[in-house]
Antibody, heavy 123, light 108 residues
Framework: QLQLQESGPGLVKPSETLSLTCTVSGGSISSSSYYWGWIRQPPGQGLEWIGHIYYTGKTYYNPSLKSRLTISVDTSNNQFSLKLSSVTAPDTAVYYCVRHGYLWPEGWKFDSWGQGTLVTVSS | DIQMTQSPSTLSASVGDRVTITCRASQSINTWLAWYQKKPGKAPKLLIH???SLETGVPSRFSGSGSGTEFSLTISSLQPDDFATYYC??????????FGGGTKVEIK
C-alpha cells in the first residue's frame, strides 16, 4: 500500500527557506505512471496546489509561487522535496505531499496524500 | 487562471438528508473535475473524478454530475461519517490546478 510521509522543520523564520521532504513507501517514485507534488492549506482556508515533479525531474509550478519554489526528486532514496524561499506569515500552512497520474488531463487528480505537516512561519 | 466557486460555504443537515453541493468553474473544464472529502486533522480523500466517476471504495450514496462550468456533488442519505468539508478541483488547466473554497457539511 502506497504511503507518503512529510518531514521537515515545523517552524521557519520569516525570510528564510522552508524545506520539506516526502518519503514514498509501498511504491516507486520512478514509476512512469505518476507525478509527485505538494499542496498546502493555510489555517482556516482552502487548498492550494504548489507544484509537482516527474521522476525525470520535469516540474510544473504554481505561477504564484514559481519565483520562490524549487521541487526536486531523489530517486535513489524514493523521496522528493520542496524548497520555498523568502517565506512570510502567509506561507504558514499544513503542507501535504501528493501523487497524481501522468496522463493529462485525465490523471491529474490527487489520489494519494500524505498526512500533512504544519509549518509555521514566525520569528 | 480558472476560478472554482463552491456553494454554499456551509451546509447544515441531519442524518438521512439528501444534500447537494455546487461547484462552478469560471470557464469550461469539460468534465475534468474531482471532489475530495476533508476531515479535521486528516488528509483529503478523493471521492469522485471526471465529474461523475466514483473512486473505488467510496460509498454509492456519493454521486457527482455536471459538465462545462456547472457541477454538483450529492450525498443521497447523509451518514454520521459524512460530516466534513468538501472541495472540488479542476484539472483541465494546470496553470494552475485549482480548488474551490470548500463546503462544510455540519450537523443541524
Amino acid at each position: 500500500q502506497l504511503q507518503l510521509q512529510e518531514s521537515g522543520p515545523g517552524l521557519v523564520k520569516p525570510s528564510e527557506t522552508l524545506s520539506l521532504t516526502c518519503t514514498v513507501s509501498g511504491g516507486s517514485i520512478s514509476s512512469s505512471s505518476y507525478y509527485w507534488g505538494w499542496i498546502r492549506q493555510p489555517p482556516g482556508q482552502g487548498l492550494e496546489w504548489i507544484g509537482h515533479i516527474y521522476y525525470t525531474g520535469k516540474t510544473y509550478y504554481n505561477p504564484s509561487l514559481k519565483s520562490r519554489l524549487t521541487i526536486s526528486v531523489d530517486t535513489s532514496n524514493n523521496q522528493f522535496s520542496l524548497k520555498l524561499s523568502s517565506v512570510t506569515a502567509p506561507d504558514t500552512a499544513v503542507y501535504y505531499c501528493v501523487r497524481h497520474g501522468y496522463l493529462w488531463p485525465e490523471g491529474w487528480k490527487f489520489d494519494s496524500w500524505g498526512q500533512g505537516t504544519l509549518v509555521t512561519v514566525s520569528s | 487562471d480558472i476560478q472554482m466557486t463552491q456553494s454554499p460555504s456551509t451546509l447544515s443537515a441531519s442524518v438521512g438528508d439528501r444534500v447537494t453541493i455546487t461547484c462552478r468553474a469560471s470557464q469550461s473544464i469539460n468534465t475534468w473535475l474531482a471532489w475530495y472529502q476533508k476531515k479535521p486533522g486528516k488528509a483529503p480523500k478523493l471521492l469522485i473524478h471526471k465529474a461523475s466517476s466514483l473512486e473505488t471504495g467510496v460509498p454509492s450514496r456519493f454521486s457527482g454530475s455536471g459538465s462545462g462550468t456547472e457541477f454538483s456533488l450529492t450525498i443521497s442519505s447523509l451518514q454520521p461519517d459524512d460530516f466534513a468539508t468538501y472541495y472540488c478541483q479542476q484539472y483541465e488547466s494546470y496553470f494552475p490546478l485549482s480548488f474551490g473554497g470548500g463546503t462544510k457539511v455540519e450537523i443541524k
